[in-house]
């Protein structure tokens, strides 16, 4: 690492998230969703998500499994999407679970000739119209081509919700949809059934047959946002309380966000009031000193940030450009100083806020070319 930009993941706040969990809800498997590099975590951090006690992987496409393989040979990894049949001999080899999501695949996986073996989940679609088998028909089918074939071994059955069933009816549908995709079935025969994503996981009530469940951003530190209630949000609350509803406001977990990222002060200038500052997006309208910090969109980091934090002062970002920013500093501010884009004081959540991005879209925004330097 070259360039003094990195993200710093704490590996013991994902050890403790992953505990904190583990301890609170009871299930038998703990699927740790582990795509696009962790969230951009890194895969380094499985090891701390094993110790917290994940005893499952999920992945969405083999070359991300494959990866993963790589490092941890023995924890299990479902690859969440259907995989092209022409590399099934890959999972065969590599111990990966496969996603089945519709009756033709299984006809034409069932002619495979394999090796060890292969685990399997089958996939429901419960509301979503993304992915999975919808007709219950279809599904016994599969099953049962699936039972006939010795090397194929139907181990988990899955869904993904929609919604989060905080206040909105479509949850309970899904559930209703799962039951009666999978009623031509004998769900108690499969060893692991798994619904729940983080927020449904922590803000509803237990699925009675589920044993497994699935979730990524609870292990990264997020879980929901004490609302701050405006004068409208208490008005229209009030109201559905006297028509006899129940508001629900999301579960704060005590979870800490594992990623922070830093750069440092690359140049420092003074402008001069009427002066142009980056592509002549920004004019000085009095002197001012300013600093060039190198990151910049094509890191994930724009003007949508707002601002940093050097030496103890917040620092507007006046403009962005492909692999450098330009902030308004103090005069004291020098080459090498630290600066902080996502940490103590500037806490995740409020990079959400200003960004107007939601903590998904965000993890995914910083990209790879920002080195991960690990606590
Ligand atoms: C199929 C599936 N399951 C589980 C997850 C995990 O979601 P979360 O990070 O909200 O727990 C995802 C995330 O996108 C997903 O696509």
Redesign the pocket.
């Known amino acids: 690492m070259y360039r003094n930009t990195y993200a710093l993941i704490d590996t013991k706040k994902i050890y403790e998230n992953v505990k904190y969990v583990v301890n609170n809800y009871q299930y038998d498997y703990y699927?740790g969703?582990v795509?696009n590099n962790a969230?951009n975590h890194g895969i380094n951090t499985i090891n701390s998500m094993i110790k917290g006690g994940i005893n499952y992987l999920?992945v969405?496409s083999l070359d991300e499994a494959l990866q993963i393989r790589k490092a941890y040979s023995k924890i299990p990894v479902l690859v969440?999407e259907p995989i092209d049949l022409k590399y099934i001999d890959q999972c065969d080899y590599y111990n990966i679970t496969v996603t089945v999501e519709n009756l033709k695949y299984v006809k034409e996986l069932v002619e495979i000739k394999l090796n060890k073996g292969i685990n399997i989940h089958f996939?429901v679609d419960s509301g979503m119209n993304r992915l999975g088998f919808n007709n219950a028909t279809e599904l016994k089918q599969a099953y049962d081509l699936l039972n006939k074939n010795k090397k194929l071994n139907l181990e988990g059955i899955?869904s993904?919700f929609a919604t989060s069933g905080l206040n909105d009816e479509y949850y309970k549908n899904q559930i209703e949809t799962f039951k009666k995709t999978t009623s031509t079935i004998d769900l108690a025969k499969i060893p692991m059934i798994h619904l729940?994503?983080?927020?449904t996981?922590i803000n509803n009530e237990k699925i009675p047959f589920c044993n497994a469940c699935?979730?990524?951003?609870?292990?990264?530190g997020v879980s929901g946002k004490k609302p701050v209630l405006g004068r409208k949000q208490k008005l229209k609350d009030s109201v559905k309380k006297i028509l006899g509803k129940e508001i629900k406001y999301p579960a704060v977990l005590p979870l800490n966000p594992a990623f922070e990222l830093y750069t440092e002060v690359m140049s420092v200038r003074k402008v001069k009031s009427g002066e142009y500052i980056g592509y002549a997006t920004y004019k000085a309208e009095t002197d001012i000193y300013i600093a060039t910090l190198p990151i910049g969109y094509a890191d994930g980091v724009d003007l949508s940030f707002k601002y940093v934090f050097i030496n103890g002062n917040y620092c507007e970002i006046l403009a962005d450009t492909m692999d450098m920013i330009i902030v308004k500093v103090s005069p004291k501010v020098k080459i090498g100083d630290k600066v902080e884009i996502i940490g103590k004081n500037i806490p995740l959540l409020k990079v959400c806020e200003n960004t107007r991005l939601n903590s998904?879209h965000l993890f995914n925004k910083i990209t790879n070319r920002v080195a991960r330097k690990y606590k």
Request: proline share 0%.
């Open positions: 699927i969703v795509k969230y999920a969405s969440l996939k899955y993904h729940d994503r983080s927020i996981l699935r979730f990524g951003m609870l292990m990264y998904y």
